[in-house]
Structures are given as C-alpha cells and as structure tokens.
C-alpha cells in the first residue's frame, strides 16, 4: 500500500484512481463480543467447544475458529450431551434454550445485548396481548430467535411488499418490531406503509436497527455519489453487508459487489473506474479490508482517503457465566478478539 488512510472528513475532490475508505467499518460490539467468547472459552475449557449457528456471518472468522477447534453445529441435538454449546450472537429462542437444559448441556448465550433488548420487547408486548409485526427476513436466525419468544403474537412482515398480507386481531393493540440488521431506509418505507394500513400502530420504545448497522449505511450513503465501484467486504448470507450494497447502489455508486476476501474481485470491474468505495460489514475483521486495500494499491489505487461519520466506543461484557469461570481460574475477563483489527 503506497498510502496510509487520510481522514479529510470530506468526499469533494475528484481525484484519479483513489480508495475512499469508510469509517466506521468492520467489527461492531456485538460481534466482538461473541467471537471473544469462542475464543476464550477454547483457551479456558480446551477444545472442541460447540457453537450453535455461526457464530457470526463471515466465512473466514468461522473458518479460523473452526481451525482452532470450534465445531459449528445447526442443531443443540448435534452436541453430544453434557458438552459446552455457546448460542451466537443472533440470539435463539425459548425452545433452544430448553432443548440444551435437557441434554444437561453447558450454555454461553453470546446474543448480542441488542439483540436481546428486541427479545425483551417481544416479551414484553406479548404480555399485554399486543399483535406483533416483526420486520425482517423470514429464515434469518435473528428473526427466527425473536419471533420464538412470543409465536402466537408475532407476525413476520418480510419488506414493504410483504404490507397487503398483513393481518392483525385488534388494530388499536398492534406495535412494530425491528431486524437489527436491515436498510434503515427500507424499513421506514415498511413502517409507513404499515402505519397506512393500522394508523394505531405504536412504535418500539427505541430503535431495534443497532447503531452500528446504521453508522455503516450512512458512511456508505456519504461515498456512494462520489464512487464508480463499491466494494462491501462481508459475506453473502450477512444481512447488514448485503444491505450495504444495495444502499450504496440506492444513493448513486455505478456499481457495488460484496466480496469475502480480496482474490474475489474481478479486474474487470474496475474498467473505467476512477474511484472505488471500500467498507465492510459489521463480522468482517479489519485484516480482509486490509488486504482488500493492498490488492488495489497494486493495480494504481494507491491514495487512500478515509470518509469518517461517526465514532464508536461502545463495548459489551462477556457472558456472565463465561466471565465467572475465567474469574474463576484467575484469567481476564475482557480483550478484543484476536482477529479483529489486524493493522
């Protein structure tokens, strides 16, 4: 790489062969929090340890994971019984829970905090006997994880086409939950047009989308008008990187790709290309943009102009039963994954 990120704070000039390079970007709290959790649990209790789902949706970090002794499982029955099973960060449903309490399983629940806030919600209206319209994409495991605390009041409302399906029991008891990882954009159209539909429906206490979610599309939103290819580092069935290259193509990028790693672009894309936008989805560790940056360093994109709109700090504590045992055997309670930002 020729150049070292400029943070200019500014997208005006127009420059020859040039990186504007998204920041904020990559690892959010959550997703630390939860590939932290796999590691330290292998250096704590050795390998294998189970984890249910993907940890996080990005193909290299389960892959290093994997390496170093993590097996990947979809189903609690998969893990033989009385073995450690770590839940990942897009949270499981009651069931899930019960299933691991009968195989006598030890459990490290990694949701993510906000994640778990959007459960409590459901929880919480189910209660009252509200109608639930969650907005998200069916099949997804957070989706499937939320609308498992409270099934018989939760409707799944799949984007803003999905609306005219929509029924409820009582339109004055009917609120609005949220995916926290999907276009903002999108789901305000989805909300509107709900909203048309139930002038009643109330709105969550605060919002479900996670700050990180919409620091990455509004840092993409800033580029896109400016760049003639939007690279996205994220992979394929992460919600909140495919989301970013439909934003990037919604506010004016010619193109947009979300690729895994750097041997996935095609030199063909960059015909013509003068500006090339570069992020990454909130699972992508900080080495494959890296890498990404090199590889168009070495085909003349070597000035490297950084596009800050935010600053975050926010962190989150390991689960409580994973910080007693390492309390326990005198080992740290805190750190940052060991793949998260390799400079």
């Known amino acids: 790489m020729t150049a070292q990120p400029e943070d200019t704070?500014?997208?005006?000039?127009?420059?020859?062969?040039?990186?504007?390079?998204?920041?904020?970007?990559?690892?959010c709290a959550g997703v630390d929090r939860a590939v932290v959790a796999v590691e330290k649990a292998l250096d704590l209790y050795g390998a294998p340890v189970y984890v249910r789902k993907e940890i996080v949706h990005n193909k290299y970090v389960v892959e290093t994971l994997t390496n170093r002794g993590a097996i990947f499982v979809d189903e609690t029955d998969e893990v033989p019984e009385g073995q450690t099973v770590i839940f990942s960060a897009h949270g499981v449903s009651p069931v899930v829970h019960a299933e691991a309490a009968a195989r006598q399983l030890k459990t490290i629940d990694a949701t993510c905090p906000l994640v778990t806030k959007v459960h409590h919600e459901a929880k919480r209206f189910a209660a009252t006997d509200f109608d639930i319209l969650l907005i998200g994409h069916e099949g997804h495991?957070?989706?499937?994880?939320?609308?498992?605390e409270a099934p018989e009041h939760t409707t799944i409302v799949d984007g803003p086409d999905d609306v005219p399906n929509v029924t409820v029991r009582d339109p004055e008891k009917v609120v609005w939950l949220s995916q926290t990882t999907l276009s903002v954009d999108e789901t305000m159209e989805t909300v509107r047009r709900l909203r048309e539909k139930f002038p009643l429906l109330q709105d969550?206490?605060?919002?479900?989308?996670?700050?990180?979610?919409?620091?990455r599309q509004v840092a993409v939103k800033k580029m896109?008008?400016?760049v003639d290819l939007m690279l996205v580092v994220g992979s394929k069935n992460s919600s909140n990187s495919v989301r970013m290259v439909e934003v990037a193509l919604d506010y004016?990028?010619?193109a947009g790709h979300l690729v895994d790693y750097a041997a996935e672009i095609d030199e063909k894309w960059l015909e013509g290309v003068e500006s090339v936008g570069l992020s990454s989805g909130a699972s992508?560790?900080?080495i494959l943009v890296r890498?990404?940056?090199?590889?168009?360093?070495?085909?003349?994109?070597?000035?490297?102009?950084e596009v800050k709109t935010a600053e975050e700090s926010l962190t989150f504590a390991l689960p409580k039963d994973l910080r007693a045992d390492l309390?326990?055997?005198?080992?740290?309670?805190?750190?940052?994954?060991d793949h998260a930002w390799t400079l």
């Open 9 to 27: 704070g500014s997208t005006t000039a127009v420059r020859t062969k040039r990186v504007l390079l998204a920041a904020p970007r990559g690892y």
């Open 141 to 148: 495991e957070e989706v499937v994880g939320t609308s498992g």
């Open 204 to 215: 969550p206490p605060s919002d479900d989308i996670c700050y990180a979610t919409q620091n």
């Open 224 to 226: 896109a008008p400016e």
């Open 252 to 254: 004016g990028a010619k």
């Open 284 to 286: 992508v560790p900080e």
């Open 291 to 305: 890498d990404v940056l090199r590889w168009l360093a070495e085909r003349g994109y070597g000035e490297v102009q």
């Open 327 to 337: 309390k326990a055997a005198g080992k740290p309670t805190t750190g940052t994954s």
